[in-house]
């Protein structure tokens, strides 16, 4: 899941390359490099470990000019965070390499390039990569020639953007398993891994497809399929501007994202909601022919996206018949499964290009599962394109790692999905009316929600000096503790668990104690009751609560309780409703704590590689 970006033009490049790392960052930041072909035609090649503002300083010392180049950010898998694994990788001046993915027959293959000579300078699989084209262009190759034949020696994932002396205006790129797009200019083209990178470019994008190869000029632009053949792929207009991927007034992108949910949410719900009813053709041409015969849905996902699913689950089986089955992407591709007939296969994603997600869903098709449909937030992505049905959540670009708008665009996704098949199985009329009616007040009832940031902030003080926290839920928003422990884990560093509240006798309460803050979600619904009751649990222990409840609860702030009050809420939106505060909790401690909450150590956003 690093991040690739390329170009070729009839200008100096480098600023493009540094300006495209810098949209690509939240793919990763371990490291970055850039390497351009100069003047006298040799590889000019800077690396740094950690930001790319250590690369822009090292840029500064060692200026690197030239009209095609291509540059990387790394989140390491094989070696460690170092300048001599950073990319890109040379071999004998001549090849340049940039890769994102997992070479899983590395061993082999560098075994076999040291028998013939070839030195290795990192501890990375993509080392392998740039000896082997190396080792066909000795062979008097062209360069395409030499990349195909290279990777056909590979098992694994790859988006490679390649480079090499022997042909110094041409610029090739390819792509198995990891996301790679190509931005199409006037005298010049780009290559990058996300669209994001490039908008300051161009808004003209061709989406490479599984298997494609692409030779780049600045002139032209060649595509060929997995076959080899030479194939035409559409040009899209990405409808993105360069400003929806700055901060702007805000102090970290996770702080910006929070407080645009309201305008996704209603982007989300843009066309899709009638007077009084979800329209089904939200879902795709085919989705009442689907819908109508499916008797089973299985649910495939991984991290926040998991926990959507899981809501999901609670939402489908508690108003149709249909048995609903969450399983983790990660688990499902890797054991024998069992296929009901009729089932509908749902991949839920931010990116759409998830390894493991991708993964199942292929495996899903080959094993039997007959219809497919993904809720996603890129339109361009592998998922949507393998999919029959496809719900975008239209959440736009989310920089931040932690999920924020993606994940209650998501749920609104979810919500939609559950009222169209709840209409199969007696839905009342007015029942889907007043959901309808709730969805078209949901940007607005977030939006005050919000203006309790201060109030969050404040209690956000007494998790600062914590080491763990735990998070309680019952029914719907037991995922919803959850995906609020996640949070707080991802960006503050603080362990923190989630647990149905019913689970604390358990085993978990023997942890309570008045160093562990326990977070609870209080909606007003039929289990409100015995919640109050598992946090008289907790307080009778010493147990210091922290409570956002529905001011229908009439929970109040008192000793060893400290409440958060939330408008009422309809059970429908709840789960929507309060991620959010959990959302902002986690925000305000990482920022006390200071982390670096946009890029937390150890992970990237779009994790496309296993």
Request: hydrophobic share 40%.
């Amino acid at each position: 899941m690093c991040g690739i970006v390329g170009a070729v033009s009839k200008r100096n490049i480098t600023p493009v390359l540094l300006h495209g790392l810098n949209r690509l960052e939240y793919r990763g930041y371990d490291s970055a490099g850039i390497a351009v072909l100069d003047e006298d035609n040799s590889i000019q090649r800077v690396r740094a470990v950690g930001k790319i503002k250590n690369l822009e300083s090292a840029l500064t010392d060692t200026p690197a000019n030239g009209f095609i180049g291509i540059g990387h950010t790394r989140w390491a898998t094989h070696g460690e965070p170092t300048a001599k694994n950073a990319h890109p990788h040379v071999c004998n001046d001549c090849v340049a390499i940039v890769h994102n993915g997992i070479i899983e027959n590395h061993e082999a293959l560098r075994e076999d390039q040291i028998k013939a000579g070839f030195n290795f300078t990192s501890d990375t699989d993509t080392e392998v990569i740039v000896h082997q084209i190396q080792k066909y262009l000795n062979d008097e190759n062209s360069l395409f020639e030499a990349v195909k034949k290279s990777i056909n020696d590979l098992e694994g994932a790859y988006a490679l953007g390649v480079i090499s002396t022997s042909e110094p205006d041409t610029l090739i790129c390819a792509r198995k398993g990891s996301p790679l797009v190509i931005g199409v200019g006037e005298n010049e083209n780009f290559i990058a891994s996300d669209m994001s990178a490039l908008l300051s470019e161009t808004n003209q994008f061709i989406i490479l497809h599984e298997g494609d190869m692409a030779v780049v000029r600045s002139s032209n632009i060649e595509v060929f399929d997995e076959a080899g053949n030479k194939t035409k792929r559409d040009i899209h207009e990405s409808k993105l501007s360069g400003e929806a991927v700055d901060k702007g007034e805000y102090t970290h992108y996770m702080l910006k994202e929070i407080f645009e949910q309201p305008i996704a949410i209603a982007d989300t719900l843009e066309g899709r909601l009638g007077k009084d009813t979800v329209l089904d053709s939200s879902f795709g041409p085919k989705a009442i022919e689907i819908f109508d015969k499916i008797k089973s849905i299985q649910i495939i996902a991984c991290g926040t996206s998991y926990h959507a699913g899981l809501i999901a689950k609670y939402g489908i089986e508690s108003v149709t018949s249909l048995p609903v089955n969450v399983e983790v992407a990660s688990e499902f591709r890797y054991r024998k499964v069992v296929v009901l007939p009729d089932t509908l296969i749902i991949t839920i994603s931010q990116s759409g290009e998830t390894a493991d997600t991708l993964a199942a869903l292929r495996k899903a098709k080959e094993i039997g599962y007959e219809h497919s449909l993904t809720i996603c937030n890129v339109p361009e992505s592998s998922l949507v394109r393998e999919s029959e049905l496809s719900m975008m959540t239209r959440a736009g670009p989310e920089i931040g790692v932690a999920s924020t708008k993606a994940f209650t665009t998501q749920l609104v996704a979810i919500l939609l999905l559950v009222t169209v098949l709840a209409r199969r199985f007696g839905f009342p009329a007015e029942t889907e009316a007043k959901v309808v009616e709730q969805l078209r007040h949901l940007p607005g009832i977030i939006d005050d929600v919000l203006k309790l940031d201060d109030e969050i902030k404040e209690m956000a003080k007494d998790f600062a000096d914590k080491e763990h926290a735990l998070f309680l839920g019952r029914g719907m928003h037991y995922p919803v503790a959850l995906e609020g422990a996640l949070k707080l884990k991802e960006i503050s560093y603080i362990h923190a668990e989630g647990y149905p509240a019913g689970e604390l006798k358990h085993g978990p309460i023997a942890l309570v104690d008045k160093n562990i803050p326990i977070v609870a979600v209080a909606p007003n619904d039929n289990l409100i009751e015995k919640l109050k009751s598992n946090l008289q649990e907790v307080k009778a222990r010493g147990g210091q609560l922290y409570v956002f409840a529905d001011k229908g609860t009439n929970l109040k702030s008192e000793e060893g309780i400290k409440v958060i009050e939330v408008a009422p809420l309809d059970i429908a939106i709840s789960p929507i409703i309060f991620s959010v505060p959990l959302q902002m909790l986690a925000y305000h401690v990482a920022v006390l704590k200071g982390t670096d909450v946009d890029q937390p150590r150890n992970l990237a956003k779009s994790v496309t590689v296993e």
